[in-house]
């Protein structure tokens, strides 16, 4: 049996292998009385109509190489490549093409993506994909005069939690502060480990003021929030907004001061810069 689907078409399928009837979920003789398509997903479903017409009346005679989504006979979604042609059956123009199945190969290359831009541990941002939301961030600011903040914080000892509980323990709480503060965050902030016990919010279309405030309810979620094992723990918070000429060196390092200052200050509170 062939791995890659093919298929002639006019009004409807003329002509289909085995591959192609196991990529659908249809049989042979179901695929003779249907449409190319009444195949694919709804979105694809005009333009596959209209190329196959063009095609049957001569209007689309060049190769193309496209990818579609097929819906199978089950409902589920198969991704394909589809290399089409004209060629004339029966003493009429008719579409070929020849399918491949890429599904396994999409869902490889969206795991992948996802491990470049998410941390392993906490399902949040990593540094990478972070520090391009903020550079993101800073040229929507330039160039259509948004306003945007950052809010910085930190874990207080949790050298001592990994000392004292162990490291298994630690990275349960890095997890379940995580999923804290993503019940406390609106849906367009975005959430970032920075490293280590530290993590980086970035707040669109956010002042100084809000921002403050939104870190003043996340530190005092954190603070009321039990833990398994280690009961409580606290986080100290550096805040800034952005302003103009800043870069990403500039504004990170301002946050990071901020930080710094509240743990200076005592820990368990937000600093303003």
């Known amino acids: 049996m062939s791995l890659t689907g093919i298929f002639i078409y006019q009004e409807k399928f003329v002509y289909v292998n085995d591959a192609f009837c196991d990529i659908v979920g249809y049989t042979k003789e179901e695929l003779l009385n249907m449409a190319p398509w009444e195949t694919v997903t709804p979105k694809y479903q005009e333009k596959v109509k209209a190329i196959t017409y063009k095609r049957i009346n001569g209007k689309l005679c060049e190769a193309v190489h496209i990818q579609l989504e097929i819906q199978t006979k089950n409902g589920d979604v198969r991704f394909v490549k589809v290399a089409a042609a004209t060629m004339h059956h029966k003493n009429r123009f008719a579409g070929t093409a020849n399918v491949v199945d890429i599904t396994e190969h999409i869902k490889l290359e969206e795991k992948l993506k996802k491990l470049a831009t998410k941390d392993a541990l906490t399902g949040i941002y990593n540094r990478y994909k972070t520090t391009m939301i903020i550079e993101e961030q800073i040229i929507r600011a330039n160039r259509y005069n948004e306003i945007f903040s950052l809010i910085m914080f930190d874990i207080d000892h949790f050298k001592r ?72 723990i606290t986080i100290s918070m550096g805040v800034t907004q952005y302003k103009n000429g800043d870069t990403l060196t500039i504004i990170t390092k301002t946050v990071d001061d901020a930080l710094y200052k509240a743990k200076e200050n005592g820990r368990n509170q937000v600093v303003l810069f």
């Open 161 to 232: 939690v990994n000392d004292t509980y162990g490291h298994d323990v630690g990275d349960y709480v890095l997890q379940e502060l995580s999923k804290t503060i993503l019940q406390i965050i609106r849906k367009t902030d975005k959430l970032g480990r920075w490293g280590g016990e530290e993590f980086m919010l970035i707040t669109p279309h956010t002042n100084q003021t809000e921002a403050f405030e939104l870190a003043q309810k996340i530190r005092k979620g954190i603070e009321n929030h039990p833990f398994q094992t280690v009961n409580h």
